[in-house]
Nanobody, 119 residues
Framework: QVQLVESGGGLVQVGASLRLSCAASGRTFTRYTMGWFRQAPGKKRELVAFITSSGGSIYYKDSVKGRFTISRDNATNTLYLQMNSLKPEDTAVYCC????????????WGQGTQVTVSS
């Protein structure tokens, strides 16, 4: 069992930066591919980025490439999402997920943290 707790969200202005963190419990964190998803009001949940267990392979959604950076610290069981040059369309609830079973299927999910980008 893995529990995930996100933090770092907030209300910012266009062009600002935020760093989201996802603290994972359990000793198996290092085995898992981890992902960040987001869901805006009235929209489907979408995959923002994922990172494999060793960090050797990373994926980004096209609209965040060059602005967002996913990383992980296996020593502290923490996943990060550095978000720069934020845009209003980045406004959403951001969730981390662990143990990738399919392109959009993960075994464990956090509760999410709200990111609001104001223009």
């Amino acid at each position: 069992q893995v529990q995930l707790v996100e933090s770092g969200g907030g209300l910012v202005q266009v062009g600002a930066s935020l760093r989201l963190s996802c603290a994972a419990s359990g000793r198996t964190f290092t085995r898992y591919t981890m992902g960040w998803f987001r869901q805006a009001p009235g929209k489907k949940r979408e995959l923002v980025a994922f990172i494999t267990s060793s960090g050797g392979s990373i994926y980004y959604k096209d609209s965040v490439k060059g602005r967002f950076t996913i990383s992980r610290d296996n020593a502290t069981n923490t996943l990060y999402l550095q978000m720069n040059s934020l845009k209003p369309e980045d406004t959403a609830v951001y969730c981390c997920a662990a143990d990738r079973r399919g392109p959009f299927e993960y075994a464990y999910w956090g509760q999410g943290t709200q990111v609001t980008v104001s223009s």
